[in-house]
């Protein structure tokens, strides 16, 4: 039993130690990592459209015509996953002002809000647009959330590494 503990300890140990390297890596090398993200998921994408494709021509045909939106909806999958890895730069560039296009339609629907609801007026107003300055501020500067996201991610990495390390010296 305690021959296991010492395995599980130091598997943990090597995990920790992982995941502050890969904090470190994200941090440093921001923009390679959120690319490298960005075709990992595409090539998950594709994985999924081809286990959809292959499913549905393992099995039997019902008769239903379902098969044919499944057919349709695997390509589409791997369509997907194909641009997400080609385009990877792209999207990366893209996503953070989507993002901020997303937030300003959304305040502008608290500021509409504002006009249909006497009683919560003011904060609809607040809300709506607090929202919008910040839609702007991503649209502005994709580039900064982008990066600050590699680097909120990176540092929780780290900081669980050094979390699990220190209960495994606790525990020792």
Do not use: W
């Not at 600050?148 to 390390?165: E, Q, T």
């Amino acid at each position: 039993m305690e021959y296991k503990i010492r395995e599980l300890l130091k598997n943990k140990a090597m995990a920790a130690v992982l995941s502050v390297a890969l904090g470190i890596v994200i941090i440093i090398a921001r923009r390679a990592a959120l690319d490298l993200l960005v075709r990992i998921i595409g090539g998950l994408v594709i994985t999924g459209g081809v286990a959809l494709i292959a499913v549905n021509l393992i099995r039997p045909n019902d008769g239903s015509g379902n098969m044919t939106t499944v057919l349709v909806m695997g390509g589409l999958a791997i369509l997907a996953g194909i641009i997400l890895i080609s385009c990877a730069e792209g999207i990366v560039d893209f996503f953070p002002t989507l993002m901020g296009i997303f937030l300003i339609l959304n305040g502008l629907s608290h500021l509409a809000v504002a006009g249909t609801d006497p009683d919560n007026r003011i904060v609809a107003v607040i809300m709506g647009v607090i929202i919008i300055i910040l839609g702007v501020l991503i649209v502005m500067h994709p580039g900064f959330i982008a990066n600050a996201i590699m680097i909120f991610i990176g540092s929780a990495f780290i900081v669980n590494g050094l979390f699990d390390l220190f209960m495994i010296k606790q525990a020792n």
